[in-house]
C-alpha cells in the first residue's frame, strides 16, 4: 500500500495541513479536562461565578478551534484521498488500455471491474481514516497518559492495568478478522463475474431456460460474499462490548480508587473529573488504532491487486526505436508465420505466407476454428507472432509504434461494438476529423443511410449501450461505416457481413469496390458468396493454408474449398 502513497507527492501541502489541524484539535481536546478540572477547583467549589465564567470562555473558544481545525483536516483529508484514488484510477485505467488480449485473458474483466472501483475505494476510505486517526490517535493517547500522570501518578496504575487488558483484546479480535478481510475482494470478484455473465448472457439463458440455474449460481455466489461479512460482524458484533466492559471497568475503577483518594484528601473532585476524562480520551485513541489496524489489512489487500495490475508488464510494447522507412502504403505480407495460445497444446496457426496488396480483395475462408479470426488479430497486433514476420509496407509490425501501425487500418470486428452516444458519434469513433458529409457518405457506402433515416432524429438518433436498440445487421453496417469513414490503406473485415441479406451484402460489396480501389483489403467470410468474387481466396484448414487462389482455381485443386461450396450452393450455381 505504500507503493500506491507515491502518488500522494500532488498533495503534500494537503498532508501537511492535516497533519497541523489534527494536531491542534488534539492539543486543544487534551486541554478541555484541566480546563474543566479548573472551573471545578477554583469556580463551583469556591462559588466565585465571575472564575467559572473566565475559563468557561475559554473553554469555549477552545473547543470551537478544536472543531474548527477538525472541519479544515477533514476538508484536506478528504480532498486528498479522492485525489490519490482518481490518479490510481487514471493510472490503472491508462494501464489496462495499454495490455494486449492475453493479459485480459488472464486477468478477466470482472475482476479489472472490481480493482478499478471497490479496490480503489478501500483505498481511499483508508487513506482519509490514516491522516485523520493515525494522526489523531497516538497524540491523545500519549499526552493522554502524560497529562493523566500530572493530575495524578498513583492513579494511573489503573491505565496500567486497562490499556494492556484492551490492547489484547483488540489483537485476539483483529487476527480472527483479517484473513476474512482479505476474502472478501475474491468473493466480491467472483459476485461481479457472475453477474456480469447473467446481464451480458441474458438472450442465451431466457432461450435456453436457464434461469433458474442462473439465479442459483448467483443465490451461491451472493451466500458465500454473505456469510463472509456475517463473520466479520459477529466478530464486530462481540469487540464492542468487550470494549465497553473494558472502559465501563476503568471508570470505575477510577471513580472508587480516586473517590477514595479524595476522603484522604490526596487528591480534589476537579482532578478526578479530568482524569476520567483522559482516561476515555487514551481509552477511544486505542479504538481507533484497532479499527486501523482492522481496516488496514482489507485495504492492503486491494492495494496488492491493484499494483497486480501496475506491474502486469504487456505482452505487447513498442520498441525504443521505431521504424517509419515505408515502402508503398497498404501492403500486407505473411512470411512463414506460426502462432500458438498460451497454453494451447496445438498452434493456431501453422507456416502461413501470402502477400497482400492495395487495389485487391484477399478473401480468407475455413471451417470455424482454423484460425481466420486469429490471423485478424495478428496484422493488427492484438498478439504477436511466435516465429515467422508479419509485414505492413515492409517493415515488421513488431517494429512499428502500435498507434502508426492501427492509424494505417480500418477494423470490423466479428462481434460489432457500439457505444453509447448518437450514431453520428459512432461512425465519426473511426475519425474525430470527419465532418458530417464524410459521416453520411460513409454511411451511403455501409448500406446504412436508408435505416438511419427512418430513425428518430436520423444521425443524431442515440444508440443504448452495447447497441441494444439496433439489430445484428444494423450494428455491422455501422461498424463497417467507422471504418470507412477513417479512410485507411488496409481494410479488415473479419467475418462482418454475417447479419447481412444476400441482397444487402451484394450491395454492400459492390459499393465497398469502388471505396476501397486503391486500399488493400482482407475479407474474412462464411458465405462463399461473400468471398467468391475476391482477387484472392486463402483457404485455411486446422491452421494451415490448403490453398490460395481465384474461385474458378480453387474449385479445381482444393478439395476442402470444394466442400465448403457444395454445402452452401447448388450444382447449377457453382456451374
Known amino acids: 500500500m505504500l507503493r500506491l502513497y507515491k502518488f500522494l507527492k500532488p498533495f503534500t501541502a494537503m498532508v501537511i495541513g492535516v497533519v497541523i489541524f489534527v494536531a491542534c484539535q488534539a492539543i486543544g481536546d487534551l486541554y478541555l479536562p484541566t480546563l474543566m478540572s ?3 477547583n477554583d469556580g463551583v467549589m469556591q462559588g466565585d461565578t465571575s472564575k ?56 478477466g474483466t470482472a475482476t479489472l471491474i472490481t480493482r478499478t472501483t471497490n479496490d480503489i475505494t478501500q483505498i481511499q476510505t483508508v487513506t482519509v481514516m490514516i491522516m485523520r486517526m493515525m494522526i489523531n490517535a497516538p497524540i491523545m493517547c500519549v499526552g493522554g ?25 483488540i ?6 478478522m483479517m484473513p476474512l478481510f482479505k476474502q472478501v475482494q475474491v468473493k466480491i470478484d467472483r459476485i461481479n463475474l457472475v453477474l456480469r455473465e447473467k446481464l451480458t448472457g441474458i438472450r442465451v439463458i431466457r432461450a435456453f431456460n436457464t434461469v433458474a440455474k442462473e439465479t442459483e449460481r448467483f443465490k451461491e455466489a451472493n451466500t458465500d460474499l454473505t456469510e463472509n461479512y ?32 479524595i476522603s484522604e484528601g490526596s487528591m480534589d473532585l476537579g482532578a478526578l473529573s479530568a482524569f476520567t476524562q483522559y482516561a476515555m480520551q487514551i481509552m477511544f485513541s486505542m479504538i481507533m488504532l484497532a479499527m486501523m489496524f482492522i481496516m488496514v489489512p482489507r485495504a492492503q489487500a486491494a492495494a496488492v491487486r491493484i499494483n497486480e495490475v501496475l506491474d502486469t508488464v504487456p505482452e505487447i510494447t513498442d520498441q525504443e526505436t521505431v521504424r517509419e522507412d515505408f515502402e508503398g502504403k497498404g501492403y500486407v505480407e505473411f512470411k512463414d508465420v506460426s502462432f500458438s495460445y ?63 501501425l492501427r492509424s494505417k487500418i480500418g477494423f470490423v470486428p466479428q462481434k460489432a461494438v457500439l457505444f453509447s452516444g448518437t450514431i453520428a458519434e459512432n461512425i465519426k469513433f473511426g475519425n474525430d476529423n470527419a465532418t458530417d458529409e464524410e459521416i453520411k457518405h460513409a454511411a451511403e457506402v455501409a448500406q446504412a443511410a436508408d435505416f438511419i433515416a ?48 444476400f441482397k444487402t451484402d451484394a450491395k454492400l460489396r ?33 491452421g494451415s493454408v490448403v490453398g490460395m487462389g481465384t474461385h474458378k482455381e480453387l474449385l479445381q485443386t482444393c478439395d476442402v474449398y470444394r466442400e465448403i461450396v457444395s454445402s452452401q450452393l447448388s450444382e447449377e450455381e457453382i456451374a
Open 38 to 40: 479548573d472551573i471545578i
Open 52 to 107: 467559572i465564567f473566565h475559563i468557561g470562555g475559554v473553554m469555549l473558544l477552545v473547543a470551537l478551534g478544536a472543531v474548527i481545525c477538525s472541519v479544515l483536516a477533514s476538508l484536506l483529508s478528504s480532498k486528498a484521498a479522492a485525489g490519490l484514488g482518481e490518479i490510481i484510477r487514471s493510472k490503472v485505467f491508462r494501464k489496462v488500455e495499454s495490455f494486449s488480449l492475453h493479459e485480459f485473458d488472464k486477468l
Open 145 to 169: 497518559i502524560i497529562m493523566a500522570y500530572r493530575k495524578d501518578g498513583s492513579l494511573t496504575w489503573v491505565l496500567g492495568v486497562s490499556i494492556p487488558a484492551l490492547i489484547v483484546v
Open 171 to 176: 489483537a485476539i479480535l483483529a487476527t480472527r
Open 230 to 261: 456475517i463473520k466479520v460482524n459477529r466478530i464486530m458484533a462481540f469487540m464492542m462490548p468487550s470494549i465497553m466492559l473494558i472502559m465501563n471497568f476503568t471508570s470505575l475503577a477510577i471513580l472508587w480508587f480516586g473517590g477514595l483518594r
Open 342 to 404: 498460451h497454453g494451447a497444446e496445438e498452434p493456431a496457426l501453422r507456416n502461413i505466407s501470402f502477400a497482400a496488396k492495395p487495389g485487391e480483395i484477399t478473401a480468407i475462408i475455413g471451417s470455424t476454428g482454423s484460425g481466420k479470426s486469429t490471423l485478424i488479430n495478428l496484422i493488427t497486433r492484438f498478439y504477436d507472432v511466435q516465429s515467422g514476420n508479419v509485414l505492413v509496407d515492409g517493415v515488421d509490425v513488431r517494429e512499428i509504434s502500435q498507434e502508426a
Open 454 to 501: 427512418t430513425m428518430d432524429g436520423g444521425y443524431d438518433h442515440e444508440i443504448a449501450q452495447g447497441g441494444t436498440n439496433v439489430s445484428g445487421g444494423q450494428k455491422q453496417r455501422l461498424s463497417i461505416a467507422r471504418a470507412l469513414v477513417r479512410r485507411p490503406e488496409i481494410y479488415i473485415f473479419d467475418d462482418s457481413f454475417s447479419a447481412l441479406d
Open 510 to 542: 459492390a459499393a465497398l469496390k469502388k471505396e476501397t480501389q486503391e486500399s488493400t483489403v482482407i475479407l474474412v467470410a462464411q458465405r462463399v458468396g461473400t468471398v467468391m468474387d475476391a482477387d484472392r481466396i486463402i483457404v485455411l484448414d486446422e
